[in-house]
């Protein structure tokens, strides 16, 4: 069956990084475009990040921007989020998707807190 399996949620610190992986199994990851999402608390689903079938185009919500950087090896049907000068407001449950948001993982916890 379809599976997505985040990991590498953690604690981080104020201008901290953390990397996060999406592990896919159960259908052609290769022939899905697909994203990062997240949701806060008290607050509704955001869109992060998406990356093209291929990797060759990228997009960014103004929100991170700058700071966060999205990347797949379609070898190992793998997806990343690099997130690099973490702020307090990205503290969230973070959720790798295909961008038909036909699947979806269970979530990550990112928490950033001094």
């Not at 052609?28 to 689903?45: D, E, H, I, Q, V």
């Not at 990797?55 to 700058?66: E, F, I, L, M, P």
């Not at 049907?77 to 690099?84: A, E, F, G, S, V």
């Amino acid at each position: 069956q379809v599976q997505l399996v985040e990991s590498g949620g953690g604690l981080a610190q104020p201008g901290g990084s953390l990397r996060l992986s999406c592990a896919a199994s159960g259908f052609t990851f290769s022939n899905y475009a697909m994203s990062w999402a997240r949701l806060a608390p008290g607050k509704g689903l955001e869109w992060v990040s998406g990356i093209y079938k291929s990797g060759s185009n990228t997009y960014y919500s103004d929100s991170v921007k700058g700071r966060f950087t999205i990347s797949r090896d379609n070898a190992k049907n793998t997806l990343y989020l690099q997130m690099d000068s973490l702020k307090p407001e990205d503290t969230a449950l973070y959720y790798c998707a295909s961008w038909s948001t036909e699947y979806w993982g269970q979530g990550t916890q990112v928490t950033v807190s001094s």
